[in-house]
């Protein structure tokens, strides 16, 4: 069973404007959740999470929303570079728990 | 500097051959992972450890054999039990502080084929 959900395999975001990927979770003991940026033949890069006590943290161009009733986090870049073309893992992990389960991805593209 | 390295960065793998893949941390971290990475799909969890000679099974372990001798290295060898092995193998590892949430670090990756 798909624990952590990304629904959009690919999202397509003008160069400038604000991308929005979507991440949605079924087990309720999740209470810390991580956003991962990921080039091709390259490793996942940490961008930036949220633990469950919170509903928004941001870095710079980078805001993670998590919505706790609905199950459902959200990464916001804004504004969109051209170096932010990459494929995006949302991933999650319960309490007392250093395993994380991963979303399958979605790959944004920013058009310049 | 401090990272994790992953050897080699491609691998060939014959019928009935077992091949081990490195990863090496110089992190002191405690926790290591490996995943497995297929097109279109999500990281899945094949072995993890929290502690010198200590391995947990992650989601994915038939075919799959690890061990952790020293805290800085944790080998996979994906044995010929393995029947689809051709895949994208990522390590990970993190600190490990009981109850406190870590983010976990990646290597670069090794592309296992086979031939």
């Known amino acids: 069973d798909q624990q952590v959900k990304q629904n959009s395999p690919s999202l397509s975001v003008q160069e400038g404007r604000i991308s929005i990927l979507n991440c949605d979770y079924t087990?309720?003991?999740?209470?810390?959740f991580l956003w991962y940026k990921k080039y091709p033949a390259e490793g996942p890069t940490f961008l930036i999470s949220?633990?469950?006590?919170?509903d928004k943290n941001e870095d710079g161009r980078f805001t993670v929303f998590l919505n706790k009733s609905a199950k459902h986090l959200s990464l916001h870049i804004v504004p969109s570079q051209p170096g932010d073309s990459a494929v995006y893992f949302c991933a999650a992990s319960a309490q007392g728990n250093e395993k994380l389960t991963f979303g399958t991805g979605t790959r944004l593209t920013i058009i310049p | 500097d401090g990272g994790i390295t992953q050897s080699p960065k491609y691998l060939f793998r014959k019928e009935g051959q077992n091949v081990t893949l490195s990863c090496e941390q110089n992190l002191n971290h405690d926790a290591m992972y490996w995943y497995r990475q297929d097109p279109g799909q999500g990281l899945r969890l094949i072995y993890y450890?929290?502690?010198?000679?200590?391995?947990q099974k992650g989601d994915i372990a038939e075919g799959y054999s690890v061990s952790r001798e020293k805290k800085e290295s944790f080998p996979l060898t994906v044995t010929s039990a393995q029947k689809n092995p051709t895949a994208f193998y990522l390590c990970a590892s993190s600190s490990f502080s009981g109850g406190a949430k870590n983010i976990q670090y990646f290597g670069a990756g090794t592309r296992l084929s086979v031939l």
């Open positions: 949220i633990s469950s006590i919170k």
């Open positions: 450890s929290q502690i010198v000679n200590d391995f």
């Open positions: 087990n309720s003991m999740f209470d810390y």
